[in-house]
C-alpha cells in the first residue's frame, strides 16, 4: 500500500450484494473440520463470506444457495442449524417456532 489513507475495509453481503463496512457484517467460514461456522472475531482461517443484518438475506442464505456457493461448499443440515441460531442469537431471524 502507498497510500497511508485512512480505509475502511469493505465487504459485500454474499446475498444481496450490499457493500458495508467490514465491522458491520457477519462473517460465516468453512472450516476443515467443523463445517461452517459463524466468526464474529472475523479472524478464523478458513474461506469466507459475509452476511448483512438484514433477515432476507439470512433467509435466503439457509435456504438459496448463495451462501454454499460463495463458501464453496454445501450446507448440511447441522451447518443450516448452527446458522439459524446464530442468526436468532444475533436477533436477525425470530423464533417462529415458539
Ligand atoms: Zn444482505
Redesign the pocket.
Known amino acids: 500500500m502507498a497510500q497511508r489513507l485512512k480505509h475502511t475495509p469493505e465487504r459485500t453481503?454474499?446475498?444481496?450484494?450490499?457493500k458495508a463496512a467490514k465491522r458491520s457484517l457477519i462473517r460465516l467460514v468453512r472450516t476443515p473440520d467443523q463445517g461452517v461456522q459463524v466468526d464474529p472475531s472475523g479472524k478464523r482461517n478458513g474461506r469466507g463470506a459475509y452476511?448483512?443484518?438484514?433477515p432476507?438475506?439470512w433467509q435466503r442464505a439457509l435456504q438459496g444457495d448463495a451462501l454454499a456457493k460463495a463458501l464453496r461448499t454445501t450446507l448440511t443440515a447441522e451447518d443450516r442449524a448452527r446458522l439459524q441460531a446464530a442468526a436468532l442469537q444475533f436477533a436477525i431471524l425470530k423464533d417462529e417456532a415458539s
Open positions: 453481503c454474499v446475498v444481496c450484494r450490499q452476511l448483512c443484518h438484514q432476507a438475506c
